[in-house]
C-alpha cells in the first residue's frame, strides 16, 4: 500500500458543508480506497468547532490560503463576522491528522476557502472564482502532501497506481 489518503467529509456524503449539504465523489476509486482501509475522513471546518449549517466564508480581498497563513489576508463570513482563527486551525487540524495516519495524499472539495486546491472564490460572495488554495490545502502542500481536489481524482488514482 502507498499510503493514506486524507479525503474531505462531505466528498464521503457527510453532510458537513456550510449549507448543511454534502458533495459525495462517486468513484471505483472511493470505494476501492475505503475497502482498503486508506481514506481518512476529516472536515476541516467541524474539526475546528464550526457547526452546521453556518454562515458561507471566502477568503477576503481575492486573497489564497497561503496569504491568510502569512497573516496577510483574513477568512470573512458573508455576515461580516471574521473566521480566520477558525479555519488556521482547521487547518492545523487537518495537518495533525495526516501526520498521526500517515496520509500522503490529500483528496479535497475544491472552491472551498479550507480544501480547494485548484479555485476558491474571491471573497465577494458573487460566485466569482480565480485559482488559487484553500487555507487547508495550504497547509497540506506547505507540509509536502500531495494534494488534488475532486475534479482531479482520476490523477490521483494514476499517481498512486505509479507509485506503486
Avoid at 69 to 78: D, F, N, R
Avoid at 130 to 143: I, P
Amino acid at each position: 500500500m502507498t499510503g493514506k489518503i486524507l479525503v474531505s467529509a462531505c466528498l464521503m456524503g457527510h453532510a458537513v458543508r456550510y449549507d448543511g449539504r454534502f458533495k459525495p465523489l462517486i468513484h471505483p476509486a472511493i470505494d476501492r480506497w475505503c475497502e482498503e482501509g486508506r481514506l481518512v475522513t476529516i472536515c476541516p471546518e467541524m474539526s475546528a468547532g464550526m457547526v452546521v449549517p453556518r454562515p458561507p466564508a471566502e477568503i477576503a480581498d481575492g486573497a489564497t490560503g497561503e496569504d491568510v497563513l502569512a497573516g496577510t489576508a483574513c477568512v470573512m463570513e458573508i455576515t461580516g463576522g471574521d473566521v480566520t482563527a477558525e479555519f488556521r486551525q482547521a487547518a492545523e487540524n487537518a495537518l495533525a491528522l495526516v501526520r498521526e495516519t500517515g496520509c500522503r495524499y490529500a483528496l479535497l472539495v475544491d472552491g472551498s476557502p479550507s480544501c480547494g486546491s485548484g479555485f476558491i472564490y474571491d471573497g465577494t460572495f458573487s460566485g466569482e472564482r480565480h485559482t488559487g488554495h484553500g487555507v487547508t490545502a495550504a497547509v497540506l502542500k506547505q507540509a509536502g502532501i500531495e494534494v488534488y481536489s475532486d475534479r482531479e481524482i482520476d490523477r490521483l488514482v494514476e499517481r498512486i497506481a505509479a507509485a506503486g
